[in-house]
């Protein structure tokens, strides 16, 4: 592989400090970008998605990042599920805030990156413009079978770039049905420090999190109806009261309540937002982790997070989680209602020794599976690739 350091811009709607996967993600892949000796800009909003606030510009000798301020904080959560008024709300800023950067730093860039698929139409008309080696990252799946118009709208988005990289093999798969090459197209999966979500002792993490004693189910993810807490709350109603259930997400207790709606249970815990820095003993404290997203959900960090941590997966029968969850490190419930998941988590409390089987599994699963050095090397070659004359 060529040493020379890539010039990267990279364009996003969601970046730290705004909260969730992707973005996480996006900090792991700067990290190692820098770390590799490339130079990176990241162009994005500041975040829309939570409350929290960052520098509109922050620099140093080989990454650069630019926000962007933008209106109706909070509507992003609103327009999630309609993916065209998210795109007429996102693209607007972050098209003009790129076209700048990419005519005033031509000679600066050697490839221009766009994370999502608004990113990926802002990149496509920039690249008439910049005429650098495109790449097009999606990290969602969009179920587009059931949305042929929005399918043939993201398809000619991404028809023009030169490598389009995959989180899953069914997003993918939803992309090639739609007619994009699969010659073009790379599957990947996140990674994450395993030196830092690693097994700890379950009990000694327990006492450092202040849950001695009890058996614990963990959720982790934004406050929002599309990652299903309101149906984990309400399995933890129908539950054997022994067993707790612990929310680590976004918002404040009164907002946790909107979103659940009715009385929330004494077995519920709520712990509101953690620091990432100290995520990894929630996971390690928690007996199982739960993900109940009703309907779709691309490649869940928190999965991986938890598997890394020895901590088994309950998750929902949708989207990409078949992918990232199998019988050796968890069970997927389909369909994903309140009173599946209220039978299988009584199921693994009464059967310990099976849930201390699937968490040892869970080690050598993860080690396999979500290694950097593996799919770090798979992205950066795709670069590399694009770049090579």
């Excluded at 969602?140 to 059931?146: G, K, P």
């Excluded at 693994?348 to 099976?354: A, F, L, P, S, T």
Aim: hydrophobic share 45%.
């Amino acid at each position: 592989m060529n040493d020379k350091p890539l010039r990267i811009a990279m364009i996003t709607p969601f970046f730290s400090p705004n909260i969730g996967g992707v973005e996480t993600h996006l900090d792991d892949l700067c990290e190692y970008f820098v770390r590799r000796g490339h130079h990176v800009s990241v162009i994005t909003y500041q975040p829309l998605a939570s409350k929290r606030k960052a520098s509109s510009l922050e620099a140093n000798e080989k990454l650069t990042i630019m926000r962007i301020n933008w209106l109706g904080n909070g509507l992003f959560n609103k327009l999630e599920p309609f993916p065209l008024f998210e795109i007429i709300y996102l693209f607007p800023a972050l098209f003009l805030r790129t076209l700048f950067f990419a005519l005033s730093n031509r000679k600066r860039i050697d490839i221009i990156v766009a994370h999502g698929l608004v990113a990926a139409l802002v990149v496509k008309f920039v690249g008439l413009f910049l005429r650098k080696p495109t790449l097009a990252t999606i990290h969602t799946i969009y179920n587009l079978d059931t949305k042929p118009l929005v399918g043939k709208i993201f398809a000619w988005t991404l028809h023009s770039f030169d490598k389009i990289l995959f989180v899953s093999c069914r997003i993918r798969d939803e992309f090639v049905n739609l007619g994009i090459a699969s010659k073009k197209t790379e599957v990947f999966t996140y990674w994450a420090d395993n030196l830092r979500f690693a097994k700890l002792d379950n009990n000694q993490a327990k006492t450092k999190i202040g849950w001695d004693g009890k058996f614990v189910v963990l959720f982790v993810g934004r406050l929002i109806k599309e990652k299903g807490v309101d149906v984990l709350v309400k399995a933890a109603q129908m539950t054997n009261k022994n067993i707790s259930f612990a929310f680590v997400t976004s918002g404040s207790y009164e907002e946790f309540k909107k979103v659940v709606g009715g009385t929330i249970p004494s077995n519920v815990i709520y712990v509101g937002p953690v620091d990432y820095s100290l995520l990894h003993l929630y996971y390690n404290a928690a007996d199982l982790f739960v993900l109940p997203s009703p309907n779709r959900e691309g490649f869940s960090r928190a999965v991986l997070e938890s598997i890394l941590c020895g901590t088994p997966v309950i998750a929902s029968n949708v989207g990409c989680l078949p992918e990232v969850v199998n019988s050796s490190v968890g069970r997927l419930v389909d369909p994903p209602t309140s009173k599946n998941f209220s039978k299988i988590i009584e199921y693994y409390y009464v059967n310990k020794k099976e849930l201390d089987e699937l968490s040892r599994a869970c080690v050598i699963y993860a080690q396999k599976k979500f290694s950097e050095n593996v799919n770090s090397g798979i992205v950066e070659k795709c670069y590399r690739d694009l770049t090579v004359i």
